[in-house]
């Protein structure tokens, strides 16, 4: 079974729609069993990162979900979800996160007009199956202020917003969408195509 994990922060059913539009049946759970026996696990999320942070970790859904990706169960990160996976943020103090992938979550600065919202197009960075259906200059639709600081081994694709922003990153069985696949139209829709291949 696969799952999306309801720790109050995240607009699960549209999430759950469109994953099942290519295949990928969900349920939205907060059962910390039925998540343990997920085998794939799905962390949505929107709003800040440190109530984010603080309803994992004080919940023991933080222990639990590293846990399970040390296992090798596939983690898959969405907006809030990916920032989650980083080591730390600076959203509004420090805040820890999940370790997954070393790196921080940072404010963006070059921009005058935050939050990033809206369609930006992606550069693809290396090759991966996930990326397989996705092309340099496809459109999706982001809505984030911050953005992961890292080596950048991990980055799939990114886009520009003053910065460069990893947009799909993977680390093993640790994937992350900055962006919203869910809202992508046609291009999220071959990711998450393409994701299915990869998890089921």
Same mark, same amino acid.
């Given at each position: 079974?696969?799952?999306?994990?309801?720790?109050?922060?995240?607009?699960?059913?549209?999430?759950?729609?469109?994953?099942?539009?290519?295949?990928?049946?969900?349920?939205?759970?907060?059962?910390?069993?039925?998540?343990?026996?997920?085998?794939?696990?799905?962390?949505?999320?929107?709003?800040?990162?440190?109530?984010?942070?603080?309803?994992?970790?004080?919940?023991?859904?933080?222990?639990?979900?590293?846990?399970?990706?040390?296992?090798?169960?596939?983690?898959? *990160?969405?907006?809030? %979800?990916? &920032?989650?996976?980083?080591?730390? $943020?600076? !959203?509004? #103090?420090?805040?820890?996160?999940?370790? /997954?992938?070393?790196?921080?979550?940072?404010?963006?600065?070059?921009?005058?007009?935050?939050?990033?919202?809206?369609?930006?197009?992606?550069?693809?960075?290396?090759?991966?199956?996930?990326?397989?259906?996705?092309?340099?200059?496809?459109?999706?639709?982001?809505?984030?202020?911050?953005?992961?600081?890292?080596?950048?081994?991990?980055?799939?694709?990114?886009?520009?917003?003053?910065?460069?922003?990893?947009?799909?990153?993977?680390? *093993?069985?640790?994937? %992350?969408? &900055?962006?919203?696949?869910?809202? $992508?139209? !046609?291009? #999220?829709?071959?990711?998450?195509?393409? /994701?299915?291949?990869?998890?089921?």
């Amino acid at each position: 079974m696969n799952v999306i994990v309801d720790y109050g922060l995240g607009n699960l059913r549209s999430l759950q729609t469109a994953l099942k539009g290519q295949g990928i049946e969900t349920g939205i759970t907060s059962d910390q069993e039925e998540i343990a026996a997920a085998s794939a696990i799905f962390l949505p999320g929107v709003g800040a990162f440190r109530d984010a942070s603080k309803a994992l970790w004080e919940s023991g859904l933080a222990d639990l979900l590293i846990r399970k990706a040390n296992e090798g169960t596939y983690i898959i *990160g969405i907006c809030l %979800g990916m &920032q989650l996976m980083y080591d730390r $943020s600076f !959203e509004n #103090g420090e805040y820890k996160g999940l370790g /997954l992938i070393p790196g921080d979550i940072v404010k963006l600065e070059q921009m005058p007009k935050i939050p990033h919202m809206g369609w930006n197009n992606l550069t693809l960075e290396r090759e991966d199956p996930l990326v397989k259906y996705t092309s340099t200059g496809d459109y999706v639709y982001f809505v984030h202020s911050y953005y992961a600081k890292s080596s950048g081994e991990e980055i799939l694709a990114y886009g520009e917003y003053g910065e460069r922003i990893p947009a799909i990153v993977r680390r *093993g069985n640790t994937i %992350g969408f &900055q962006f919203h696949p869910e809202k $992508s139209a !046609e291009v #999220g829709a071959r990711l998450l195509k393409a /994701l299915g291949e990869i998890i089921l």
